[in-house]
Structure formats: structure tokens, C-alpha cells
């Protein structure tokens, strides 16, 4: 069962800065061929979609909370999504989950990494 694995999260002050990376954990047929997404969800809350970028011309869009101090990115040799994280705040926090976007592959969800953000 092959799914994302997510990393590069941890604790940080307002206002500091992470960078997460999501590859997966086994061979992913055609991976260059799906757009790519990053979700992120606290408890209670529906999982969100943050940032997603296009297979094809690796357009890049944005939830209106994360615009302007997230940036995603892709390398498709290695099979690896990026999220950059700048300008952090408290209400970031959350576990962050990489997926194919905009519809994600139920199957293909991995454990996330936490994003802790907080003085």
C-alpha cells in the first residue's frame, strides 16, 4: 500500500519559518501526471486544502489564509512536493498532509507532520 510520507515539521515562534517535503513510500505510477496538494487539519475541523500545484504547467494556487507567506513547488524526477511555510502563525497550527489535488486518493493519505507554531 504505497502512501505519502510527510516531513520538516516541528515547533516554531511566530513569525519563523518551515519547509515540509512529501514524497512516497513506494513506486507511484505516472506521479508526473497528477496535480499535487498540501492539506492541512486540526482536531475537530475538516481536512483543507492549503496549496495545490498543476501537473502540467506547475501553476500554483493558494486558500486565501496561506497567500502571500506559502509557496509550493514539485520535483517530479524525485517524486517530491515542497511546501514552504514563511511568515508563520498560531493558527497554522495543524497537522500538515501532502495528497493528489484537487481531488485527493483516499488510499494514498499518509500520517502528516505536525506544524506547531506558538511562543
Known amino acids: 500500500q504505497v502512501q505519502f510520507v510527510e516531513s520538516g515539521g516541528g515547533l516554531v515562534q511566530p513569525g519563523g519559518s518551515l519547509r515540509l517535503s512529501c514524497a512516497p513510500s513506494g513506486s507511484i505510477f505516472g506521479f508526473s501526471i497528477y496535480g499535487m496538494g498540501w492539506y492541512r487539519q486540526t482536531p475537530g475541523t475538516q481536512r483543507e486544502l492549503v496549496a495545490r500545484?498543476?501537473?502540467?504547467?506547475?501553476?500554483?494556487h493558494f486558500a486565501d489564509s496561506v497567500k502571500g507567506r506559502f509557496t509550493i513547488s514539485r520535483d517530479n524526477a524525485t517524486k517530491t512536493v515542497y511546501l514552504q511555510m514563511n511568515s508563520l502563525k498560531p493558527e497554522d497550527t495543524a497537522v500538515y498532509f501532502c495528497?493528489?489535488?484537487?481531488?485527493?486518493?483516499?488510499?494514498?493519505w499518509g500520517k502528516g507532520t505536525l506544524v506547531t507554531v506558538s511562543s
Open positions: 500545484i498543476t501537473s502540467g504547467d506547475f501553476s500554483v
Open positions: 495528497n493528489t489535488a484537487p481531488i485527493p486518493r483516499g488510499d494514498y
